[in-house]
């Protein structure tokens, strides 16, 4: 696991979408997992500013989403399909037939996973609490794609997405660790405000009461922090 520290969010964007962009090009059927929330934001624009610019090529590119909201139309504004639309697939040439999300068949999920040959390169953001994907702190590590019950905190922290916490769903659907794990290639990016899961990440032992610990066992780990906004 590397950790890299950058001075600002727009540096660590652009590092991680540059990194991102060399997967795609050395191999243009790459399969991509992708990350919500607010850390990788800045690097799907500068995706659509390399696809744009420079002619990135995502036609032949698969994705795989790391989780996904139970109990939420994939058309309702906070749905992570929604942000992904948004943020990214609206903007670049990626045929729709090659964007999965994951749902309540779990074995089907990880079976068109492996049927693409494994994740090649996995982005992953972190939340408050350490959780990867919604793997929540746990006593044991769930390997594979499941439901889970989100923590009170990561409802918190994401009732900032809807009108109040009380509309945010309880549950939702995520990659388990051992799919995460079995990518290839991890980039997790990390802004300012997560400085203190970081420098804990940097001192903790691996265990599923801090999920993010897991990647220190990853063979091709990149963190890139911003130590600023």
């Known amino acids: 696991m590397q950790i890299v520290t950058v001075k600002s969010y727009s540096e660590l964007s652009t590092l991680a979408a540059k990194l991102i962009a060399q997967q795609i090009k050395s191999k243009p059927n790459s399969v991509i997992g992708l990350a919500t929330g607010s850390s990788p ?8 500013e390399i696809h744009k610019k ?21 058309k309702h504004p906070q749905s992570y ?9 609206s ?16 074995d089907k999920y990880e079976d068109e996973i492996k049927n693409c040959g494994g994740i090649d390169l996995q982005l992953l ?54 799919t995460i794990m079995a ?4 980039i997790l990016v990390a802004g300012a405000e997560k400085a203190e899961v970081i420098n804990k990440l940097k001192k903790e032992t691996v265990s599923p009461q801090f999920p993010v610990s897991i990647l220190h066992y990853h063979p091709d780990c990149t963190i890139i922090y911003s130590s600023s906004s």
């Open 81 to 89: 399909y929604t942000f992904m639309k948004e943020k990214l697939f």
């Open 41 to 48: 934001v800045g690097t799907y624009e500068k995706l659509i």
């Open 125 to 178: 953001g972190v939340g408050n609490n350490g959780h990867i994907g919604f793997n929540e702190p746990a006593d044991v590590f769930q390997n594979k794609t499941h439901r889970v019950h989100l923590a009170e905190s990561t409802i918190q922290a994401n009732a900032r997405f809807f009108n109040s916490a009380d509309e945010v769903p309880k549950t939702a659907i995520t990659m388990g660790i051992g």
């Open 91 to 106: 903007h670049i040439n990626i045929a729709s037939k090659n964007i999965n999300f994951p749902d309540e068949d779990f």
């Open 54 to 74: 420079d002619g990135l090529d995502f036609s032949q590119v698969t994705t795989f989403n790391l989780d996904e909201y139970c109990d939420l139309d994939r």
């Open 183 to 186: 990518a290839k290639k991890i």
